[in-house]
Antibody, heavy 121, light 106 residues
């Protein structure tokens, strides 16, 4: 089955760190660009970060730049999001999403079920 | 950043209705516009990409169009499973941005 499954969410104190993982299966993970998108429960979608297929190029939303790091291990078919210096406003469901394009016309054609990150003392 | 403004934010409709949702970009984005459906408690699902291309597996009652910086998602005959929230998303420039969503309800 073609799928991506996120894990690693949980409750963390402000200023803390968390690493999210996204395990891919059923497709050639190393051929796809990947993204993280987050959503505060009951609110809209917000793009967080992107990584190209070999991991050599990354882009971030200004709100997380310098605090979050996206990476991937193509041998393990896994995408990561290292989140440091977490703030209350980072509380959200974090989705891993596959991008079938290689440049421009970015779109998300496969999503995971998400993992909830709660930043609170 | 490119702002995407969706309207309406919510609408009431019935099964069989023709439904139209609009998304306006704050600047030109050519046809770099995608539409997603999100049912409650579920992940989003890609419906339309590059303004008017139907994603594989999506019913043909969904369609998209563009006029300048205005984009439209049309559901030709609303089905029970279509009651959901719909989002547009631009991919013209980074950061990728989404509209605020349109909730389609009874």
């Amino acid at each position: 089955e073609v799928q991506v499954v996120e894990s690693g969410g949980g409750l963390v104190q402000p200023g803390g760190s968390l690493r999210l993982s996204c395990a891919a299966s059923g497709f050639t993970f190393s051929s796809y660009w990947m993204h993280w998108v987050r959503q505060v429960p009951g609110q809209g979608l917000v793009w967080v970060s992107r990584i190209n297929s070999d991991g050599s190029s990354t882009t971030y939303a200004d709100s997380v730049k310098g605090r979050f790091t996206i990476s991937r291990d193509n041998a393990k078919n896994t995408l990561y999001l290292q989140m440091n210096s977490l703030r209350a406003e980072d509380t959200a469901v974090y989705y891993c999403a596959r991008d079938p394009t290689t440049s421009s016309y970015y779109r998300f054609d496969l999503w995971g079920r998400g993992t909830l990150v709660t930043v609170s003392s | 950043d490119i702002q995407m403004t969706q309207s309406p934010s919510s609408l009431s409709a019935s099964v069989g209705d023709r439904v139209t949702i609009t998304c306006r970009a704050s600047q030109t984005i050519s046809d770099y516009l995608n539409w997603y459906q999100q049912r409650p408690g579920k992940a989003p699902n890609l419906l339309i990409y590059a303004a008017s291309n139907l994603q594989r597996g999506v019913p043909s009652r969904f369609s998209g169009s563009r006029s300048g910086t205005d984009f439209t998602l049309t559901i030709s005959s609303l089905q029970p499973e279509d009651f959901a929230t719909y989002y547009c998303q631009q991919s013209y420039s980074s950061p990728l941005t989404f509209g605020g969503g349109t909730k389609v309800e009874f």
